[in-house]
């Protein structure tokens, strides 16, 4: 019958149905923003400061947007001394730090090396010793507070946007999707800026694979592996530098998928490999091992280069305590807009103040791999 209804004769959206259940999306496991966030809440512990993302003013129709970090994730970061060790963190919460300009400044020692032997230090009997004072030196390093948002329209910070009259009627929660996207866009960043920090390693730091000197020597994918003879290799330049340790004797090094399969399937790192299972498991799915020098993770957003071959150098990155630093003028915070098109629309962002920078460069090493 020409006139039949069924579903070649009608428009889909009539029988199709839209499921509640929202589907999964790929999402980097951002092992450096875990990192800055960790040591940011273990700062603020004592504080009974947590670092949490509320909707300030205007509430949104179904709900408002769950806090960034929920209270399960808080105790998981607070668990475990190692992220705290790793970034330096200096807390400022004063009006004035709310400004962009406001610099944070972070203070270290300078030993300067004399005449050590025992015989310039000898004051014979009956010898004055000298009233002329020796200088205590010291270096300062400047962290300004800037000003940071999110998301990004294409040419600046800009908001998203929820139609309360769409939300109150959407099948899904458009606060909890667009908290999502809000999550993702700040982890992102912050892992972005902290895998920068951690590259900043000087010329001399740089440790390359296979007996490379350059980028440029490495010819071919695997043609010089990451592997434990590297690691061992940065561990001795590092102790002949004087690199501090975290407090349970290990350093930390980052490095990319590809140098985890490589390292795991060299005959001498399986030889001493033991996996550890109590290491705090908000980073159970970076967390590779620890073993003799080192706490090992992975990530897949360290930096990767491509050389004059085209052959991808992949950047692992190896640190001490406190090589980065980083600073709070306040607690980031997600705004709404004050022009809501006559309480119809909701325009939010996420506000930031906070300065981060490298304390200490001789701190940090680069160990590239193909």
């Not at 001399?204 to 020597?217: K, L, P, R, S």
């Not at 090094?253 to 490589?262: A, D, K, P, R, W």
């Not at 705090?280 to 003799?292: A, Q």
């Amino acid at each position: 019958m020409s006139n039949e209804v069924q579903r070649t004769t009608i428009p889909s959206e009539f029988y199709d149905i839209t499921s509640p259940m929202l589907l999964t999306a790929p999402i980097p496991q951002f092992p450096h923003a875990k990192l800055v966030i960790s040591a940011l809440n273990a700062a603020l512990k004592d504080t009974g400061e947590a670092i949490a993302m509320p909707i300030a003013g205007r509430d949104v129709p179904k709900g408002a947007f769950d806090e960034y970090a929920v209270l399960k994730d808080l105790e998981l970061m607070m668990s475990n001394p190692l992220p705290g060790e790793a970034i330096q963190i200096i807390n400022d919460f004063r009006p004035e730090a709310k400004t962009p300009g406001h610099v944070v400044r972070f203070n270290r020692p300078r030993f300067v090396d004399t005449t050590h032997t025992a015989i310039s230090r000898t004051v014979a009997a009956g010898t004055l010793i000298s009233t002329t004072p020796v200088a205590i030196l010291g270096d300062q390093v400047p962290v300004p507070i800037k000003r940071f948002a999110g998301p990004y329209n294409g040419s600046a910070p800009g908001p998203y946007a929820i139609d309360i009259n769409d939300a109150a009627r959407s099948l899904h929660s458009f606060t909890k999707i667009v908290d999502a996207h809000f999550k993702y866009d700040y982890h992102k960043c912050l892992d972005t800026w902290a895998i920068a920090l951690f590259d900043q390693a000087p010329t001399a730091n740089i440790v390359y694979a296979g007996g490379a000197t350059a980028n440029d020597d490495m010819s071919a994918e695997n043609s010089h592996p990451f592997d434990w003879r590297l690691l061992k290799r940065t561990a001795r330049k590092m102790d002949d530098a004087n690199i501090p340790r975290m407090k349970d004797g290990k350093r930390i090094v980052c490095i990319t998928q590809l140098q985890e399969e490589q390292l795991t399937t060299d005959p001498e790192y399986q030889r001493l490999a033991k996996t550890r299972d109590d290491m705090n498991p908000l980073f159970k799915d970076s967390y590779v091992t620890g073993i003799m020098d080192w706490h090992i993770f992975k990530s897949n957003t360290l930096t990767r280069v491509a050389n004059s071959s085209s052959v991808n150098v992949h950047y692992a990155q190896a640190f001490g305590p406190g090589a980065v630093g980083w600073g709070l003028g306040d607690q980031p915070k997600i705004m709404p807009n004050s022009n809501d098109n006559y309480g119809q629309t909701v325009f939010a962002i996420w506000l930031a103040f906070m300065g981060f920078g490298v304390l200490n460069e001789n701190f940090l090493y680069s160990l590239r791999s193909s």
